[in-house]
């Protein structure tokens, strides 16, 4: 018979599970962004693939330090003692809440930052006009999803918050699960088209979504969660419960 300190540690262990993926994940577009920003301030020599930061770097500046923060910030918040830590209990701020006051800024403007250099920056040789309307499409989601993630808990609906908040979070991995995509096509068949490329990389937001709709619906179905009418103002033993949103 197993131990209740060999089940809690075990459950503690797999916690931290999918944090820990989504943190390697973040990882991958984090490190190409310091490489970027290392370019820039270190006065790297100025190419036909990077003229257009070096020409105006404050947006791509804008958009590594905000995404690089989103991402690896927003991770934690798939932590569920962090969602309902001690702070709730005692009638005070959780660290959901206060990560989420500096990851909803950080997400819009990588999103926003995101979106201005897809409209103004000269297109990469690599890109074609296809890519550039799937960035448009997922840049924008991504900052609707973040807008209806606020306006659903303003109104007190925990649920489509973390629903919202969830896909927009899974849009700004985007980048991640591209290297992973990206990598064993060009190591097995070799360099990309602009089609293949566009097509490759718009399938790896769909599948990021995708594994998002079904984190969502495996959370809603969850044994024990109750459902609180949207206009209902929580107490802290309601909200405790109510915090199982994501970021």
Do not use: C
Request: glycine letters at 10%; aromatic letters at 8%; zero cysteines.
């Amino acid at each position: 018979m197993r131990s209740k300190t060999t089940t809690s540690f075990r459950s503690g262990r797999m916690t931290w599970v999918v944090p820990a993926a989504l943190i390697a994940l973040s990882l991958i577009p984090a490190i190409a962004g310091a490489a970027r920003l290392t370019q820039l301030t270190g006065g790297a020599t100025v190419t036909p693939e990077n003229a257009r930061f070096f020409a105006s770097p404050l947006p791509v500046i804008t958009h590594i330090v905000t995404v690089t923060v989103y991402s690896l910030l927003g991770a934690f918040q798939f932590v569920p003692t962090l969602r309902r830590g001690p702070g709730l209990r005692r009638g005070r701020r959780s660290w959901h809440e206060i990560s989420g006051r500096i990851l909803v800024p950080a997400g819009l403007l990588a999103g926003l930052s995101g979106l201005w250099m897809s409209v103004f920056y000269t297109l990469p040789e690599t890109d074609g006009e296809a890519l550039l309307v799937l960035r448009l499409i997922f840049g924008t989601a991504m900052v609707g999803g973040i807008i209806l993630g606020i306006l659903a808990i303003r109104r007190r609906d925990f649920a489509a918050h973390g629903a919202w908040m969830t896909r927009a979070y899974a849009i700004a991995l985007g980048a991640g699960t591209q290297a992973l995509v990206l990598l064993p096509w060009i190591l097995m068949v070799g360099p990309t088209d602009e089609t293949t490329r566009a097509v490759l990389m718009g399938a790896s937001w769909v599948i990021n979504l995708v594994v998002a709709e079904y984190a969502i619906r495996r959370r809603h179905a969850a044994p024990g969660r109750r459902t609180r009418p949207a206009g209902r103002v929580p107490t802290p033993a309601t909200t405790t419960a109510g915090h199982r949103s994501v970021p």
